[in-house]
């Protein structure tokens, strides 16, 4: 099963290193054996074992069949820590694909437990600066922009954006939106703790 990428063609080793460790520990920290997993999960034991290991690449489906046995979200298997600012261009990114279809998922922002989010959509034209204060502390922004290109991010260090990058940052400091191309659209989402 080779369904995980990242930004090139393979997946970086140490990026399956950390999935295999995050699902070693989710399992135990349910207090499953391998079998009693690989059962609930209608995984073979030995992919499981594998997986654990770091070695193979395992396809939505299976990420998605062991997140439900223990009752997770599959999210838990790709967290990281917090960042004051983060950049993932259109190309880059962890991308898991299904083994039916098709489709492709890019984890761009997992949800921390017990925060808040706000989904908006934004049209935003050339001209004044959207400048926006501090919000109150632990809030994050995340923006994927969908057309144009814009400056966005933290008023002394904005970072250019085009149609498919994504960006977050800590919106407890004074940030900015400035669109560089008329019908500039994207997709924000707020964080509040």
Known sequence: MTDITNESSSLNPSRID???????????????????????AAVAKSTLSQLESGIGNPSIETLWALAMAMGLQVTRFFEQPRQQLRVIRADEGMTAYTEAANYAATLLADCPAGVRRDLYRLKVQPGEVRLSQAH??????????????????????????????????????????????????????????
């Open 18 to 40: 950390l999935l295999a460790l995050a699902i070693k520990r989710e399992r135990q920290l349910a207090g499953l054996s391998l079998t009693e997993l690989a059962k609930r």
């Open 136 to 193: 109150l502390p632990g809030t994050v922004e995340h923006v994927v922009l969908c057309s144009g290109s814009a400056r966005i991010g933290p008023a002394d260090e904005p970072v250019v954006l085009h149609a498919g990058d994504y960006i977050s940052y800590l919106a407890t400091v004074p940030h900015v939106f400035e669109a560089l191309e008329a019908d500039t659209t994207a997709v924000m989402v707020i964080e509040h703790p």
